[in-house]
């Protein structure tokens, strides 16, 4: 064997390992490492210049990459092993495109991001709601006048809304605070005080009502909340009493609620302990701040935001006058065409009526209650830094029936559960039987709201109310989630127009003679 041949062995050698090992021969090719075909002599180099390599080749595989820590020589190892495994990766990817997996519309995809649809369902909604609004344009002609409103108020002083009745509340609301200072001190006993509370009570619903029954226009509203004030005045005080009799000389406010935290404002409003919240300041207080629930000291935000108080003052206003243009340009005419069909008994045509009616009822009731519970009473609550502004919660997302009632209105929620509910419950009352009591009491006030103003008593907003009850139970019981939160849709959109039409209707028949 030549001195040529036995050279090549080597390096042929060598070349076998570059192609089944290419990671270690690239770094070593990285690194400076020179091969040489057979039969070619090595290159004379300069002796500082190979000097210089060598030395460089050494700071190359000494140096430590700043990002990764590791040497130079295997972090190249590492990128060229990388550079193999997403080519195998690729190669399986162009070989093979499905895997297991859901469509997104089935409910085991887990899939849940549905904001597309969402939004293509107002842009629906809005579409057809321009096409009714345009066809009540092109049909009745413009029908909305503000003036008309204002005109009525002006022309007729009974016609105002209730403000000789504001006025003569005051006598009511004096009569509370001075029974409760009468009993504060001893001078009458408890149980004088306490029919003194009911006279008081009592005077409250029949005096507006008798009120209404003889003038024009007029509306007990403001009694009914008026009343429910009164009452938990009355009973936050007596507790009090209980309190300083049983275990203690001074009264602080949490005597009165004893969970309620103090809000960053409190270092600037004084705490007040009973008696001393027996005074005009704090009962005028109580009667205008936006709740139905008294306590010795209420949460006091620590200013008035001026921008805050603009903005819900002008949402005051502008829903205003949203609200009367819709009531005058399409509930007006849409209930008026109504009358012949239930006259007739024409039960197509009463359905067809219905269902006309429940989308421009429905759209009023949530301008309302945006217009009430968020702007009016935000603005009031605001304007007199009252801190609680808990006044609805998330009463869209019910899924029962209960859950509706007791977070689509908060101030009477409290009440109700402050006052009625948790009283029953401590006397050994059922839970359903409690509930039942509640629903009854909303029942009553319901048809008193209703049937006082209009001077007719027909008791379709009390059986309203009182099928509730049934429904509640029904749909807690059969059905669930979504199907749950459908039916407190459909029993909002389907049971108000309902209840306009039957009293629309019998005002008609009583103040007419017919209905056409």
């Given at each position: 064997m030549s001195d040529r041949a036995v050279m090549r062995g080597p390096v042929t050698r060598g070349r076998r390992t570059t192609i089944t090992g290419g990671g270690a021969a690239n770094a070593k090719q990285a690194n400076g490492s020179k091969c040489h075909d057979a039969g070619e002599k090595p290159l004379a180099i300069n002796s500082a210049k190979a000097k210089t390599e060598v030395s460089k080749h050494a700071s190359n595989i000494g140096k430590v990459d700043r990002q990764t820590g590791?040497?130079?020589?295997?972090?190249?190892?590492?990128?060229?092993?990388?550079?193999?495994?997403?080519?195998?990766e690729d190669i399986h990817e162009r070989l093979s495109c499905h895997t297991l997996q859901e469509s997104l519309l089935s409910s085991a995809s887990g899939y849940s991001n549905y904001r597309g649809i969402l939004n293509w369902c107002v842009v629906m909604l809005v579409l057809s709601n321009a096409r009714l609004f345009l066809e009540n344009i092109i049909k009745y002609g413009i029908l909305v006048d503000p003036i008309q409103v204002v005109s009525l108020f002006l022309k007729d002083p009974y016609s105002?809304?209730?403000?000789?009745?504001?006025?003569?509340?005051?006598?009511?609301?004096?009569?509370?605070?001075?029974?409760e200072r009468r009993l504060a001190v001893g001078t009458i006993s408890e149980m004088t005080g306490r029919i003194l509370h009911i006279f008081n009570l009592m005077f409250i619903l029949i005096f507006p009502s008798a009120t209404v029954l003889t003038l024009t226009s007029m509306t007990p509203g403001v009694y009914t909340v008026l009343f429910l004030k009164l009452y938990s005045y009355q009973d936050a005080n007596r507790w009090c009493r209980e309190i300083r009799q049983a275990k203690a000389k001074r009264l602080t406010r949490s005597y009165s609620c004893p969970s309620m935290a103090q809000s960053n404002g409190s270092a600037v409003h004084a705490r007040v302990s009973y008696p001393g919240n027996l005074t005009h300041r704090d009962m005028y207080y109580f009667v205008c701040a936006p709740t139905l629930c008294y306590q010795l000291n209420f949460p006091r935000s620590p200013r008035i935001r001026k921008r805050f108080l603009i903005r819900r003052l002008l949402e005051m206003l502008f829903f205003t006058q949203l609200l009367v243009g819709?009531?005058?340009?399409?509930?007006?005419?849409t209930i008026q065409n109504s009358m012949k069909p239930f006259q007739d008994m024409d039960f197509s045509r009463m359905v067809e009526r219905l269902l006309k009616l429940a989308v421009p009822n429905h759209l009023i009731w949530l301008i309302f209650f945006y217009w009430f519970f968020h702007s009016s009473m935000n603005f009031v609550a605001e304007l007199m830094q009252f801190g609680d502004r808990e006044f609805y919660k998330d009463w869209w997302n019910s899924e029962t029936v209960t859950y509706f009632w007791a977070n689509w209105n908060i101030p009477v929620h409290k009440w109700c559960l402050r006052h009625f509910y948790k009283p029953m419950l401590r006397k050994g009352v059922n839970k359903f039987m409690a509930q039942t009591a509640v629903f009854l009491l909303s029942a009553f006030f319901h048809e008193y709201l209703v049937s006082v103003p209009l001077k007719m008593f027909r008791l379709w907003a009390f059986m309203g109310m009182m099928a509730q009850v049934p429904l509640a139970w029904f749909v807690g019981r059969f059905l669930n989630g979504n199907y749950g939160n459908a039916a407190v849709w459909i029993s909002l959109i389907i049971g108000q127009p309902v209840a306009v039409l039957m009293y629309v209707h019998d005002?008609?028949?009583?103040?007419?003679?017919?209905t056409t």
């Open positions: 590791m040497p130079g020589q295997q972090q190249q190892l590492t990128n060229c092993q990388k550079k193999q495994s997403s080519a195998v105002w809304p209730a403000a000789c009745l504001i006025i003569v509340s005051n006598v009511f609301i004096l009569a509370a605070l001075y029974t819709l009531i005058q340009q399409w509930m007006v005419p005002y008609y028949v009583i103040h007419y003679g017919s």
